[in-house]
């Protein structure tokens, strides 16, 4: 069966489409509604606090059902269903709520189809940065539209624009097929005795110090740059700029893949991560330098993702492969992302946006020395290996 190209291209388009949405705007929405930064803060940990359970639940029903595409269609269903509740929520309690059901069941959705991409690709995986480009490529279209458009007309019409994204997402699953998966039996090893590997163990808290280091950007970029006095179309070319710098090392990911291993390519992005929140905490007043630091988001999710998910997909193998996905989602961007949200927006008033870029900054260090010294070296050949 030939891989469907352009409809799981597609997905990657809406589902990264929405997020673009989300991102950039979705605290300036929250601030215009009155919230205050530790309330916005708690309201981001909550979107990605579900990361936590959800991914694992799912992965784990995936694996036992082989019906990864049903479950990615019900659930992002009942994301599109019940996010449509914030167009009528007026208040901290209903956001928060509505927030919890519709991020359970949206942050189920990608881990999975990360896993069906993977299964479609079977022995050609070096593919899948030119698959998930197409997800950079919806960022930044949506990005830049909604940054036009809030030039012009009030953030009140941001939920409506999200809506819509989430039901052409959904959409998108219906006509997707069912990965092939081959059968292979019994797992040959455990997932707890995966888990359990030093090299998994480092691998795992090198990615939530990663994404606890993305949270202050993710939740207060565009509210920083507001301060500055950006207007929000140049928040949204900032934004834009760093996921097309991401689309070009995507674009070129396969030929880095075969003279690079995923060890030297992880370590090299978190060495980049550290030198851009320095950029943006301690620079803003200078669009150059922050469109620098915007030119490192390739390495710094771009380069870190792409090798997370080969290293999942070399560590967990065809047995567990949704509920490896899962754990590196639920790990990383759902306890690190929560972590991240809830001290950025803690301390943002608190100690002021410097300090909170520079914890950044030590975070991304902290995670260079566990994977320089843990990350082993026997799973992170270069992927001829791969496929």
Known sequence: MSVPYWRLSGFYFFYFATLGGFLPYWSLYLKDGGFNPVEIG????????????????????ADHTGKS???IRIASFFAALLFAGFLFADNYFWFAWITIAFSFF???VLPQFEAVTLFHLKNESHRYSRIRLWGSVGFIVTVLGIG???DSQPVALLPFAILALLILSWWITLITPEAQVINHGPASIGLMKIIKKPEVLAFFMVNILLQIS????????????????????????LWSLGVLAE?????????????CTLRAILLFSLFLATGRWLMIGWCADYLGLLMLAQLLHA???????VAAI?????????????????????????????LGSYYSGYYWELLGSRFVYSMAAICCSIAFVIAYIWVGRENTQNTAALG
């Open 42 to 61: 708690e309201l981001s940990a909550l979107l990605v606090g579900t990361r936590i359970i959800a991914p694992n639940l799912w992965g784990w029903i």
């Open 69 to 71: 595409l049903r479950i």
């Open 106 to 108: 949206w942050n189920a």
């Open 299 to 305: 390495a710094t999710f771009g380069g870190a993702h």
């Open 214 to 237: 993305h949270a202050p950007y993710y939740v207060f970029y565009s509210i920083y740059l507001k301060h500055y006095h950006y207007s929000a179309t140049i928040t949204g070319l």
């Open 310 to 338: 080969h290293l999942v997909h070399l560590y967990f193998g065809q047995q567990h492969q949704g509920k490896g996905q899962a754990l590196y989602s639920s790990l990383s961007y759902g306890l690190g992302g929560m």
């Open 148 to 150: 036009r458009l809030l």
């Open 247 to 259: 689309i070009v090392l995507f674009v070129y990911m396969r030929r880095l893949l075969k003279r």
